[in-house]
Nanobody, 115 residues
Framework: QVQLVESGGGLVQPGGSLRLSCAASRSIYKILAMGWYRQAPGKQRELVARITFGGSTNYADSVKDRFTISRDNAKNTVYLQMNSLKPEDTAVYYC?????????WGQGTQVTVSS
């Protein structure tokens, strides 16, 4: 069982940046791939970025070239650097393994992009 705690969200103006963190309660060394997901009001949760143990990354087209996912296995932490934020990036952001494990979902962190 792993507990994941997301942090770093907030209110930011369009074009701004935020860095999200996902701290795991135990080692994520053996989790082959971790992902950042988001859920906007009235929409399904979607995977926006994933990173393998080896550091290979994949991004949804909507965030490509703006978001960067990274992981620090020694600190049991996964990060999401978000630049050039747009109003459509407004959502609750979660981390989980990829594919996700139901019991791993945390509370998420709210990101609101608005002027």
């Amino acid at each position: 069982q792993v507990q994941l705690v997301e942090s770093g969200g907030g209110l930011v103006q369009p074009g701004g940046s935020l860095r999200l963190s996902c701290a795991a309660s135990r080692s994520i060394y053996k989790i082959l791939a971790m992902g950042w997901y988001r859920q906007a009001p009235g929409k399904q949760r979607e995977l926006v970025a994933r990173i393998t143990f080896g550091g290979s990354t994949n991004y949804a087209d909507s965030v490509k070239d703006r978001f960067t996912i990274s992981r620090d296995n020694a600190k049991n932490t996964v990060y999401l650097q978000m630049n050039s934020l747009k109003p459509e990036d407004t959502a609750v952001y979660y981390c989980n393994s990829d594919p996700p494990v139901q019991n791993y979902w945390g509370q998420g962190t709210q990101v609101t992009v608005s002027s």
